[in-house]
């Protein structure tokens, strides 16, 4: 069983910048589209940036987020981070990575429905 586990969260200035892992022990993520969502204090849960399976070099951003974040995996592929830069107040909430085993699912990763596999969330707060 697939069990999703986020780290790098934590207290920035604006301005600032984090990088969120994404890891399951024990194994490789590259068969995995990987979503990351955000959820803030009283909104709904949305999608954040995506990466298609290894092989197709796919990454996918929310248009809030576009150029200040960065979704890649690591050369072992155990681990698919979130280069967050240029952090704005309107970042902060608890990140979720997601995984499913489906390499089409990548042209709708902003849909969570559909996702087999989900960490507990950390949470970035940007504050001055």
């Known amino acids: 069983q697939l069990q999703l586990v986020e780290s790098g969260g934590g207290l920035v200035q604006p301005g600032g910048s984090l990088r969120l892992a994404c890891s399951a022990s024990g194994f490789t993520l590259e068969n995995y589209v990987i979503g990351w969502f955000r959820q803030a204090p009283g909104k709904e849960r949305e999608g954040v940036s995506c990466?298609?399976?290894?092989?197709?070099?796919?990454?996918k951003y929310a248009d809030s987020v576009k150029g200040r974040f960065f979704i890649f995996r690591n050369n072992t592929k155990t681990t698919v981070y979130l280069q967050m830069i240029s952090l704005k107040p309107a970042d902060t909430a608890v990140y979720f990575c997601?995984?499913?085993?489906?390499?089409?699912?990548?042209?709708?990763?902003?849909?969570?429905?559909?996702?087999?596999?989900w960490g507990q969330g950390t949470q970035v707060s940007v504050s001055s």
């Open positions: 997601a995984a499913i085993r489906w390499s089409d699912y990548v042209s709708r990763c902003f849909g969570e429905a559909g996702y087999d596999y």
């Open positions: 990466i298609g399976i290894d092989s197709s070099g796919v990454t």
